[in-house]
């Protein structure tokens, strides 16, 4: 049995499933943990005693602290989990890398800066601890499908990008670059602003930005107001059809290119399909994933260079923004 530390105890630490629908996905890092019979939580951390508590007790985890250096030298772990606020990351991966855990799954971005997530890369190199990052698409079996087909040519080339989202380039923005480098490889910014009248802080704007690829396709980024409601999705215009993930991801829909019916010689989008989407099983995923390379010794998935390299375009595009 592998065992497990929780550093943060908030909603993706657990909140998101607390009095969740029996039979649900899990979609906390504690939900996905329980749901996996070969590890366990010992152990759990918020600086909030209160709340490390209640953690505690729900979760059925034994200890809980309020502080990493807390807990006793001897204790050893096989997975640390990062859920804490950003600017808490480097000093948390700093205090438990005398755990010596085999795995560190921390949430994005890794730390405040792309330099600070360079460190703890080093860092955690440097002590045999493998640092993988919660993009959590890179679980989702549904988006792995749409990449493959594309680069099978299934739907001709891709023409151009628009992908909406909102809540900070660097909270929300991240997610959607980190999916889009994966669809059209590294990115190159043409024109980024901030949007005005956002309600986000100025160190994690809303930004509108068009992109290009090194294959010159073109990305146009959209940022809307998340006060008003949650918005992620993705439209790919390629030469033969339209492809659009709704919902964050929960639903997908394609339409095909066809003869047009009422002008001669001309070409039309078809019947709308949908489909349900994958990312309601991608915590699980991540954790199952997680587990099965510690039973293998064999760890593939990480992405810690792409995170970074994600980190570094939203520092450039807040920079591009400002000046």
């Known amino acids: 049995m592998y065992t497990a530390l929780i550093v943060g105890c908030g909603n993706i630490a657990g909140g998101y499933d607390v009095s969740a629908i029996e039979g649900a996905y899990a979609k906390s890092h504690a939900g996905a943990y329980r749901k996996n019979p070969n590890i366990t939580v010992i152990a759990c951390v918020d600086p909030v005693g209160e709340q490390a508590e209640e953690f505690a007790n729900y979760w059925d ?29 480097f000093d948390a991966v700093l205090a438990c890398i005398r755990f010596r855990p085999q795995v560190i799954f921390i949430e994005k971005p890794i730390c405040a800066t792309s330099a600070e997530s360079r460190e703890l890369k080093a860092l955690c190199m440097a002590n045999d601890i493998h640092l ?22 299934d739907f001709g080339q891709i023409r151009s990008v628009i992908a909406t989202y909102n809540k900070g380039i660097l909270n929300n923005g991240s997610h959607m670059l980190d999916l889009l480098q994966r669809i059209v490889g590294p990115l190159h910014i043409v024109h980024a602003c901030v949007r005005e009248g956002s309600s986000q802080a100025n160190h994690d704007p809303d930004i509108d930005a068009i992109l290009r690829s090194e294959t010159d396709v073109l990305v146009h980024l959209v940022s809307t107001e998340a006060t008003d409601f949650s918005l992620f999705e993705l439209k790919l215009i390629t030469s033969n059809a339209e492809i659009s993930m709704l919902d964050g991801g929960l639903r997908w829909s394609i339409r095909g290119c066809e003869d047009h019916s009422e002008f001669a010689g001309y070409q039309k989008l078809g019947e709308l399909l949908v489909s349900d989407g994958g990312y309601l099983p991608v915590m699980e995923a991540a954790i199952n994933s997680i587990v099965d390379q510690l039973e293998g010794h064999c760890f593939r998935i990480g992405g810690i260079d792409t995170a970074i390299t994600v980190q570094e375009l939203c520092e450039a595009l807040i920079r591009c923004s400002y000046e």
């Open 61 to 89: 985890i034994d200890a809980h602290y309020t502080d990493v250096r807390k807990i006793p030298e001897d204790q050893k772990f096989d997975v640390v989990s990062i859920c804490s606020p950003t600017s808490f990351h």
């Open 132 to 153: 993988i990052v919660n993009y959590s698409r890179r679980w989702d079996n549904k988006i792995s499908d749409i990449i493959d087909r594309l680069n099978d040519g």
